[in-house]
Protein backbone atom coordinates (compact mmCIF):
# COMPACT_ATOMS: atom_id res chain seq x y z
CA UNK A 1 0.00 0.00 0.00
CA UNK A 2 1.23 3.63 -0.33
CA UNK A 3 0.06 6.95 0.41
CA UNK A 4 -1.31 8.83 -1.58
CA UNK A 5 -3.33 12.55 -1.69
CA UNK A 6 -6.76 12.64 0.19
CA UNK A 7 -9.67 11.23 -1.41
CA UNK A 8 -13.10 13.48 -2.06
CA UNK A 9 -15.28 11.44 -0.20
CA UNK A 10 -17.37 12.42 2.35
CA UNK A 11 -20.11 10.83 4.06
CA UNK A 12 -22.97 12.84 5.36
CA UNK A 13 -24.09 10.84 8.11
CA UNK A 14 -21.48 9.62 9.73
CA UNK A 15 -19.16 10.77 12.69
CA UNK A 16 -15.85 11.53 12.09
CA UNK A 17 -13.46 9.52 14.65
CA UNK A 18 -9.79 9.73 14.69
CA UNK A 19 -7.78 6.63 13.99
CA UNK A 20 -4.07 5.82 14.05
CA UNK A 21 -2.20 4.30 11.04
CA UNK A 22 1.05 3.30 11.32
CA UNK A 23 1.39 5.63 14.20
CA UNK A 24 -0.11 8.83 12.72
CA UNK A 25 -3.65 10.37 12.91
CA UNK A 26 -6.43 10.51 10.77
CA UNK A 27 -10.14 11.68 11.10
CA UNK A 28 -12.05 9.06 8.90
CA UNK A 29 -15.76 8.58 8.85
CA UNK A 30 -17.04 5.80 11.56
CA UNK A 31 -19.23 4.03 8.70
CA UNK A 32 -16.36 2.29 7.39
CA UNK A 33 -14.32 -0.66 7.28
CA UNK A 34 -10.71 -0.09 8.20
CA UNK A 35 -9.70 -0.85 4.11
CA UNK A 36 -12.06 1.81 3.00
CA UNK A 37 -11.02 4.07 6.29
CA UNK A 38 -7.48 4.18 5.06
CA UNK A 39 -8.31 4.58 1.42
CA UNK A 40 -10.23 7.46 2.37
CA UNK A 41 -7.27 8.86 4.84
CA UNK A 42 -5.20 8.76 1.29
CA UNK A 43 -4.01 5.00 1.52
CA UNK A 44 -4.17 3.20 -1.84
CA UNK A 45 -3.48 -0.33 -2.10
CA UNK A 46 -1.53 -2.03 -4.03
CA UNK A 47 -0.69 -4.97 -2.14
CA UNK A 48 -2.43 -5.84 1.12
CA UNK A 49 -6.34 -5.84 -0.63
CA UNK A 50 -7.63 -9.14 -2.71
CA UNK A 51 -11.08 -9.82 -2.66
CA UNK A 52 -12.50 -7.10 -0.30
CA UNK A 53 -15.02 -9.72 0.75
CA UNK A 54 -13.15 -11.39 3.53
CA UNK A 55 -11.57 -14.66 1.41
CA UNK A 56 -8.44 -14.05 0.21
CA UNK A 57 -6.79 -13.41 3.58
CA UNK A 58 -4.65 -10.05 1.73
CA UNK A 59 -5.39 -7.91 4.22
CA UNK A 60 -4.74 -8.87 7.59
CA UNK A 61 -4.63 -6.31 10.54
CA UNK A 62 -3.35 -5.69 13.82
CA UNK A 63 -4.76 -2.92 16.26
CA UNK A 64 -5.24 -2.36 19.88
CA UNK A 65 -8.00 -0.31 21.77
CA UNK A 66 -7.35 2.75 24.36
CA UNK A 67 -6.75 1.36 27.07
CA UNK A 68 -6.60 -2.20 26.52
CA UNK A 69 -3.45 -4.38 26.56
CA UNK A 70 -4.38 -7.02 24.34
CA UNK A 71 -4.04 -7.17 20.75
CA UNK A 72 -6.63 -7.63 18.45
CA UNK A 73 -6.79 -8.46 14.57
CA UNK A 74 -9.17 -8.37 12.01
CA UNK A 75 -9.63 -7.77 8.71
CA UNK A 76 -9.13 -4.62 6.82
CA UNK A 77 -11.81 -5.40 4.58
CA UNK A 78 -14.44 -6.39 7.23
CA UNK A 79 -13.42 -4.54 10.30
CA UNK A 80 -15.23 -1.64 11.19
CA UNK A 81 -13.08 1.40 12.07
CA UNK A 82 -13.58 2.39 16.33
CA UNK A 83 -12.24 5.57 17.84
CA UNK A 84 -8.85 5.61 18.72
CA UNK A 85 -8.22 2.37 17.29
CA UNK A 86 -4.28 2.17 17.02
CA UNK A 87 -3.07 -0.29 13.66
CA UNK A 88 -0.70 -1.69 11.28
CA UNK A 89 -1.60 -3.72 8.38
CA UNK A 90 0.31 -7.36 8.66
CA UNK A 91 -0.80 -8.63 4.40
CA UNK A 92 2.14 -10.85 4.57
CA UNK A 93 3.81 -13.18 7.12
CA UNK A 94 7.23 -14.95 5.48
CA UNK A 95 6.64 -18.15 7.35
CA UNK A 96 8.84 -21.05 5.33
CA UNK A 97 6.84 -23.19 3.23
CA UNK A 98 7.86 -26.76 2.23
CA UNK A 99 8.74 -27.98 -1.24
CA UNK A 100 7.29 -31.54 -2.41
CA UNK A 101 6.43 -33.32 -5.62
CA UNK A 102 3.03 -33.91 -5.21
CA UNK A 103 2.90 -36.99 -8.01
CA UNK A 104 5.11 -38.91 -5.11
CA UNK A 105 3.95 -37.44 -1.87
CA UNK A 106 2.28 -39.87 -0.04
CA UNK A 107 -1.08 -39.14 1.82
CA UNK A 108 -0.20 -40.54 5.08
CA UNK A 109 -0.24 -39.08 8.33
CA UNK A 110 3.74 -38.82 8.62
CA UNK A 111 4.32 -37.32 5.72
CA UNK A 112 2.94 -33.35 7.63
CA UNK A 113 5.84 -34.03 10.11
CA UNK A 114 8.15 -35.43 7.73
CA UNK A 115 8.07 -32.39 5.41
CA UNK A 116 7.13 -29.99 8.30
CA UNK A 117 9.37 -31.51 11.54
CA UNK A 118 8.44 -28.26 13.61
CA UNK A 119 5.19 -29.18 13.91
CA UNK A 120 6.13 -30.97 16.88
CA UNK A 121 7.30 -27.78 18.42
CA UNK A 122 3.57 -26.91 19.18
CA UNK A 123 3.22 -26.24 22.95
CA UNK A 124 -0.57 -26.30 23.35
CA UNK A 125 -0.28 -22.68 24.44
CA UNK A 126 -3.42 -21.42 21.81
CA UNK A 127 -2.51 -18.55 21.26
CA UNK A 128 -3.10 -18.99 17.65
CA UNK A 129 -6.55 -19.74 17.75
CA UNK A 130 -7.10 -16.24 19.76
CA UNK A 131 -5.01 -14.57 17.10
CA UNK A 132 -7.30 -15.78 14.13
CA UNK A 133 -9.79 -13.80 12.37
CA UNK A 134 -11.20 -16.94 11.12
CA UNK A 135 -12.17 -18.50 14.22
CA UNK A 136 -10.57 -21.74 13.30
CA UNK A 137 -9.60 -23.54 15.79
CA UNK A 138 -6.32 -23.57 14.98
CA UNK A 139 -4.10 -25.47 17.69
CA UNK A 140 -7.04 -28.64 17.13
CA UNK A 141 -5.84 -28.74 13.81
CA UNK A 142 -2.10 -28.98 14.60
CA UNK A 143 -2.91 -31.46 17.14
CA UNK A 144 -4.71 -33.36 14.42
CA UNK A 145 -1.81 -33.61 12.51
CA UNK A 146 0.24 -33.97 15.56
CA UNK A 147 -1.62 -37.54 15.89
CA UNK A 148 -1.53 -37.78 11.66
CA UNK A 149 -4.94 -37.13 11.33
CA UNK A 150 -5.42 -35.74 7.78
CA UNK A 151 -9.25 -35.70 7.33
CA UNK A 152 -9.72 -34.02 10.82
CA UNK A 153 -7.02 -30.97 9.86
CA UNK A 154 -8.77 -30.77 6.79
CA UNK A 155 -12.10 -30.43 8.09
CA UNK A 156 -11.11 -28.19 11.23
CA UNK A 157 -8.78 -25.93 8.89
CA UNK A 158 -11.61 -25.51 5.93
CA UNK A 159 -11.96 -21.65 6.73
CA UNK A 160 -8.69 -20.63 6.78
CA UNK A 161 -7.74 -17.88 4.15
CA UNK A 162 -3.94 -17.96 4.49
CA UNK A 163 -3.92 -14.65 5.71
CA UNK A 164 -0.72 -15.46 8.21
CA UNK A 165 -1.47 -14.20 11.27
CA UNK A 166 -1.49 -17.46 13.29
CA UNK A 167 2.65 -18.20 12.81
CA UNK A 168 2.76 -14.58 14.29
CA UNK A 169 2.21 -15.38 17.53
CA UNK A 170 3.30 -18.97 17.43
CA UNK A 171 6.09 -19.58 20.61
CA UNK A 172 6.92 -23.07 18.03
CA UNK A 173 7.66 -21.05 14.88
CA UNK A 174 5.48 -22.95 13.28
CA UNK A 175 3.86 -22.22 10.02
CA UNK A 176 0.59 -23.69 10.44
CA UNK A 177 -1.16 -22.51 7.87
CA UNK A 178 1.09 -24.10 5.58
CA UNK A 179 0.99 -26.99 6.91
CA UNK A 180 -3.16 -27.51 6.89
CA UNK A 181 -2.84 -26.36 3.28
CA UNK A 182 -0.70 -29.80 2.54
CA UNK A 183 -3.05 -31.55 4.56
CA UNK A 184 -6.30 -30.24 2.74
CA UNK A 185 -4.53 -31.37 -0.72
CA UNK A 186 -3.09 -34.48 0.16
CA UNK A 187 -6.86 -35.25 1.82
CA UNK A 188 -9.13 -33.55 -1.30
CA UNK A 189 -6.62 -35.05 -3.74
CA UNK A 190 -5.91 -38.24 -2.89
CA UNK A 191 -8.13 -39.56 0.28
CA UNK A 192 -11.69 -37.99 0.23
CA UNK A 193 -14.10 -39.48 -2.00
CA UNK A 194 -14.80 -38.74 -5.43
CA UNK A 195 -17.12 -36.98 -6.66
CA UNK A 196 -19.33 -38.71 -9.28
CA UNK A 197 -21.78 -35.84 -10.48
CA UNK A 198 -18.63 -33.74 -10.84
CA UNK A 199 -16.57 -36.28 -12.97
CA UNK A 200 -20.10 -36.23 -14.91
CA UNK A 201 -19.98 -33.14 -15.55
CA UNK A 202 -16.52 -32.47 -16.82
CA UNK A 203 -16.68 -35.39 -18.76
CA UNK A 204 -20.03 -33.62 -20.46
CA UNK A 205 -17.70 -30.18 -20.63
CA UNK A 206 -15.18 -32.21 -22.29
CA UNK A 207 -17.87 -33.44 -24.82
CA UNK A 208 -19.07 -30.16 -25.83
CA UNK A 209 -21.47 -29.26 -23.47
CA UNK A 210 -21.11 -25.78 -23.58
CA UNK A 211 -19.50 -25.12 -27.01
CA UNK A 212 -22.89 -24.26 -28.35
CA UNK A 213 -23.54 -21.83 -25.95
CA UNK A 214 -20.23 -20.25 -25.61
CA UNK A 215 -19.88 -19.41 -29.45
CA UNK A 216 -23.28 -17.67 -28.68
CA UNK A 217 -21.98 -15.34 -26.17
CA UNK A 218 -18.95 -14.91 -28.17
CA UNK A 219 -20.70 -13.23 -30.81
CA UNK A 220 -22.70 -10.76 -28.92
CA UNK A 221 -22.46 -7.26 -28.73
CA UNK A 222 -21.58 -5.62 -25.44
CA UNK A 223 -24.87 -3.83 -24.93
CA UNK A 224 -26.53 -7.27 -25.72
CA UNK A 225 -24.48 -8.76 -22.98
CA UNK A 226 -25.29 -6.61 -20.86
CA UNK A 227 -29.42 -6.90 -21.67
CA UNK A 228 -28.72 -10.42 -20.85
CA UNK A 229 -26.75 -10.03 -17.34
CA UNK A 230 -29.43 -7.49 -16.38
CA UNK A 231 -32.42 -9.40 -16.75
CA UNK A 232 -30.89 -12.63 -15.95
CA UNK A 233 -32.79 -14.52 -12.98
CA UNK A 234 -30.88 -14.06 -9.79
CA UNK A 235 -31.35 -16.10 -6.83
CA UNK A 236 -33.56 -14.74 -3.79
CA UNK A 237 -32.37 -14.14 -0.75
CA UNK A 238 -33.80 -16.77 0.94
CA UNK A 239 -33.41 -18.89 -1.93
CA UNK A 240 -33.28 -21.90 0.38
CA UNK A 241 -30.64 -24.78 0.06
CA UNK A 242 -32.46 -26.12 -3.04
CA UNK A 243 -33.42 -22.86 -4.96
CA UNK A 244 -32.71 -23.20 -8.82
CA UNK A 245 -33.65 -21.17 -11.71
CA UNK A 246 -36.49 -21.83 -13.84
CA UNK A 247 -34.30 -22.70 -17.14
CA UNK A 248 -32.00 -25.60 -16.27
CA UNK A 249 -30.02 -24.50 -19.26
CA UNK A 250 -25.99 -23.96 -18.51
CA UNK A 251 -26.03 -26.32 -15.28
S1 LIG B 1 -5.56 -20.37 10.64
FE1 LIG B 1 -3.95 -18.80 10.58
S2 LIG B 1 -3.67 -18.33 8.42
FE2 LIG B 1 -5.64 -19.40 8.64
S3 LIG B 1 -7.15 -17.78 8.83
FE3 LIG B 1 -6.57 -18.36 10.91
S4 LIG B 1 -4.88 -16.98 11.45
FE4 LIG B 1 -5.17 -16.84 9.23
S1 LIG C 1 0.67 -20.77 18.79
FE1 LIG C 1 2.09 -22.32 18.04
S2 LIG C 1 2.78 -23.35 19.89
FE2 LIG C 1 0.91 -22.25 20.47
S3 LIG C 1 -0.77 -23.76 20.13
FE3 LIG C 1 -0.54 -22.59 18.25
S4 LIG C 1 0.82 -23.85 16.97
FE4 LIG C 1 1.06 -24.55 19.09
S1 LIG D 1 -9.15 -8.14 0.93
FE1 LIG D 1 -9.47 -10.30 0.86
S2 LIG D 1 -9.86 -10.82 2.95
FE2 LIG D 1 -9.73 -8.66 2.96
Not at 75 to 85: D, F, G, P
Not at 96 to 105: G, K
Not at 239 to 246: F, H, S
Request: overall charge negative; proline content about 4%; aromatic content about 10%.
Amino acid sequence: MSETAGTEVESLTSEMIPIYVMGKQYMVPDSLTIMKAMEYAGYKFVRGAGCRGGICGACGTIYRKPGDYRLHVGLACQTMVESEMYLTQLPFFPAMRASYDWATTEAVGETAGELYPELFRCVACNACTKFCPMDVEVMDYIAALKRGDLEAATEISFNCIQCGLCASRCMGELPQYHIAQLARRLYGGKLAPKSEHLDAMVAKIADGYFKEKLTELKGMSKDELIKLYQERQMEPHQGGEYWKPDSEEGL
